[in-house]
């Protein structure tokens, strides 16, 4: 016998993948759970729970995994339930009957571009307020029937999994994404084989698997860089939402504008308006213009007009640091091939991303979306003001307030972010077709009509599976996490549902200010321990893993929430997801909402709240600068009263101390017999009575069309007709003026404006005459009226006006005014000559002037 020390070798361990197949009358939720449609649809949630509870809670609540899972026995069950089968079946014809529905041909088709798309929480795909606007702008466009294809990226492992460690601070985990899990599929070729798009770099190819969500009506396609074919660095291309350094952040923004465009090519996909939301998609630009150049052989400012006319740059950012800048050398790496195929000079091209052309400014994406768009705008009504005087260095010699930057307020998807049980309210009481006219204040003033008994029902409900979800799904992660299991099981017994909870949930950035409610900590520990009057606060956020700051306010929370005075009465959810925000929006009482003024572009956590009778107390910021009313939620005012941040903060916290002192909590407890209060009913009814109808990103969707959409398809269909006839026309008459702009004299100045009334009429005050000479445009004068800042000479604008032209003789213009001045007082004025032409969109598409 020969003995051997090793007489078996190891084990090699491989992967089986074993899916269940569903019989014929279970397959119509295979299709259902491929289509993100199951989101906002409450029958079809409710059909998976109903047949195997457990199985949906194991999977995530992700019907992907939970009917590859279904076990034999379960499956055989299920098809011998009759009631069941017929559900099944009835939804899916409800689904089917959706996806038939056509687009509405009447409207405009839409290519929208973004770094991140917020659907669902089992599709890690985003990160926070951009990505879930995104993905709640899609979820609209289905169900408006917009004919809109959207374009992103298929992060590996997404955004981080947040945890605690047992001091509190943030850990950070990043988790692989199991595609086939998703509801996603893989885009193949025609023989069958995955679709690969290939992208030229400025050294090489990346190479992209492309993945399609299908989101109701919607496709969104998404680009997968972890690809055999790339190089270790490239495949990590796509792994992180937002990680990596600034060269991979360049990679990243290169793919989404250049890869995006011509994925779309390679699908054959065509659209009438382009729409950048941020300037993460700003180089769709760069593609379409070499599309133009390179394919069809247009001039380069020809290709520019086109592409201008037909794109809209939303800007999400309050503040010029929170946009992407590159250096030169860069943008020069990554961006000069494809920029002398094109065939401008690169100092040209450079200038076109700065907001001062000729300096050694770095490259801004956003001023490169600017210059390459038509129509820009901010997302609220403020956030529009804060966005004109933001970008106005890039149209030096006018004032924020003529630019033509404008606004539409982001909205919610109702049917995503209503509970079933909020819904059924609304199914009861608001009419058959509410969800097709959300936007209709006529529909949502039947609030008034639910019985105070009603709605106290429904919110205790809320509260109530609040606080269930928090003691089910933070019990076992807290005792494995915490030192102190018995001060764990003390929090969750404290948890109470009849307190007043007021909830502050949202990324953690500084400039949310979340440390805003701990500046007295002795005042704030005799709110929240009066016996009579519960008070809880439930916190919840990520910080970026990079952002000391943020991670710093979320260790100082968690830090006071463990002292004696505030156990179980301040609480720190970890791991914020669309699926915890939901049972947050909908179970609290209040929303805090404490920015720094102007820093909050729009915020709709506060929005999602209103849809579910929740109440906002917030600064007048963002959405709520414009959507606050009297007596339907608290509002700190917009106005600053001091310079010093600090001293800001401290009457702020006053002020919110206050309010919850003096009007929220004896408001909430002024209970009658019935036990609720109803003073604090009509509060909820008002607020969802005139603010919840502003809400809804059905009012956004429409806006979008009303006021950019629709202007910028006419005016690219214009400009295309006839071979581009109107565009080359544009373009000569630029081109022209812009070479003799300097050639023009004015030969006579008077201007007196101190008016005299003759007659009941003014006088003619004002007299100019210009001498063309060999410019061929026409010209305008305008008085601009301004008052300046004693303080630091800074002209602020009041108003401006156009002289008439009463005469021409030969190159001469002569121009008069007697306009009487709107604004009384002593101002400024200055005066300005201006090229016009009626088929510029704005003056800021040809921003030529001249103070004379």
Not at 152 to 172: H, P
Not at 317 to 335: N, Q, R, W
Not at 651 to 658: H, K, M, P, W
């Amino acid at each position: 016998m020969i003995l051997k020390s090793n007489y078996s070798n190891n084990p090699v361990w491989r992967d089986i993948h074993v899916h269940a197949i569903l019989p014929p009358e279970l397959q119509p939720l295979e299709e259902i759970a491929h289509n993100l449609w199951w989101v906002w649809n409450e029958e079809v949630k409710a059909i998976l729970e109903k047949m195997d509870p457990e199985e949906w809670e194991k999977s995530d609540k992700n019907p992907v995994i939970m009917l590859q899972n279904l076990r034999s026995d379960v499956t055989e069950r299920l098809i011998k339930d009759q009631e069941l089968v017929e559900r099944i079946q009835n939804v899916y014809k409800q689904f089917k009957d959706y996806m038939n529905v056509p687009y509405n041909t009447d409207r405009p088709s839409i290519a929208y571009f973004s770094m991140e798309y917020g659907l669902s929480h089992v599709l890690k795909i985003y990160s926070g307020g951009l990505g879930v606007l995104a993905g709640d702008y899609l979820k609209e466009a289905s169900d408006s029937r917009v004919d809109m294809t959207a374009v992103g990226f298929l992060y590996k492992y997404g955004y981080f999994t947040q945890s605690l460690s047992i001091d509190g601070q943030q850990i950070a985990n990043y988790e692989a994404q199991n595609f086939g899990n998703l509801p996603i599929s893989q885009v193949m070729n025609d023989d069958d084989t995955p679709m690969v798009l290939e992208v030229p770099f400025h050294d090489r190819k990346i190479y992209s698997y492309v993945w399609k969500v299908a989101v109701g009506r919607i496709n969104l396609y998404l680009m997968d860089t972890d690809h055999e074919q790339n190089s270790h660095l490239d495949r990590s291309i796509t792994h992180q939402l937002y990680g990596g350094d600034w060269e991979n952040r360049m990679k990243q923004e290169y793919l989404l504008g250049i890869g995006g465009i011509l994925l779309l090519n390679k699908l054959g996909i065509k659209k009438d308006v382009y729409h950048m939301n941020e300037g993460h998609a700003a180089f769709i630009s760069v593609q379409r213009l070499y599309d133009y150049v390179v394919e069809e052989k247009l001039p380069f400012n020809l290709a520019l007009e086109i592409v201008r006319a037909s794109s809209l740059y939303t800007v999400h950012t309050p503040v010029p640091a929170g946009h992407d800048y590159f250096e030169e050398s860069l943008i020069g790496k990554y961006m000069t091939p494809i920029i002398q195929k094109i065939g401008i000079p690169w100092q040209q091209f450079m200038d076109m991303g700065r907001s001062n052309p000729g300096t050694n400014e770095k490259f801004s994406m956003s001023v490169f979306a600017l210059n390459t768009a038509q129509e820009t705008n901010g997302v609220s009504k403020l956030h529009g003001m804060v966005s004109q005087k933001m970008f106005q260095p890039v149209w030096s010699g006018f004032f924020p307030e003529e630019l033509h930057v404008g606004y539409v307020t982001n909205g919610v998807h109702l049917p995503s972010w209503a509970t079933s049980s909020v819904k059924e309210l609304y199914n009861k009481h608001f009419g058959d077709g509410f969800f097709e006219d959300q936007s209709n204040s006529n529909l949502w003033s039947n609030i008034y009509n639910v019985s105070d008994d009603e709605l106290w029902a429904l919110r205790s409900h809320l509260k109530q599976k609040l606080v269930d979800y928090i003691r089910e799904e933070f019990r076992e992660g807290w005792l494995k996490n915490q030192a102190d299991p018995s001060r764990i099981m003390n929090i969750l017994e404290e948890v109470n549902p009849n307190a007043l909870l007021i909830g502050f949930s949202r990324r953690f950035a500084t400039y949310k200010r979340a440390h805003l409610l701990f500046t007295d900590l002795d005042r704030l520990a005799r709110i929240v321990n009066d016996p009579k009057h519960p008070v809880q606060f439930i916190f919840a956020g990520k910080a970026h893993p990079a952002d000391g700051g943020g991670q710093g306010l979320i260790k100082q929370i968690v830090e006071i929430s463990r002292r004696p005075e505030f156990l179980g009465k301040i609480i720190f959810l970890e791991n914020y997801d669309m699926r915890l925000a939901k049972r947050l929006v909908s179970g609290v009482d209040i929303w805090l909402n404490t920015p720094t003024r102007a820093q909050e572009a729009s915020g709709t956590s506060g929005e999602k709240a209103e849809m579910n009778g929740v109440l906002n107390l917030s600064v007048l910021d963002g959405w709520w600068y414009e959507g606050y009313k009297e007596g339907a939620g608290w509002a700190l005012t917009e106005q600053r009263t001091y310079d010093n941040q600090e001293f800001q903060d401290e009457l702020d916290a006053t002020t919110i101390y206050s309010m919850l002192e003096n009007e929220i909590i004896p408001l909430y407890y002024a209970r009658n017999s019935n036990g609720y209060s109803h003073e604090w009913l009509q509060y909820i009814k008002k607020s969802m009575a005139v603010i919840a109808p502003k809400c809804t990103t059905k009012r956004m969707m429409d806006d979008y069309f009303d006021r950019f959409y629709n202007k910028l398809a006419e005016r690219s269909k214009v400009l295309r007709a006839n071979n581009y006839a109107k565009a080359k026309e544009i373009v000569a008459w630029k081109e022209d003026t812009a070479s003799k702009w300097n050639s023009f004299e004015v030969t006579r100045l008077e201007f007196n404006p101190n008016q005299k009334m003759k007659n009941g009429h003014s006088e003619v005050y004002g007299k100019v005459v210009i001498d063309r000479k060999d410019l061929k445009c026409d010209l305008a004068v305008e008085c601009v009226v301004v008052d300046i800042d004693t303080m630091n000479h800074t002209p602020h604008f009041v108003e401006s006006y156009e002289f008439d032209l009463v005469k021409t003789e030969g190159s001469l213009l002569y121009f008069e005014t007697d306009k009487a001045l709107n604004d009384p007082g002593t101002h400024q004025y200055g005066l300005r000559v201006y090229p016009k032409n009626a088929d510029l969109p704005h003056r800021m598409d040809f921003a030529y002037m001249r103070w004379i």
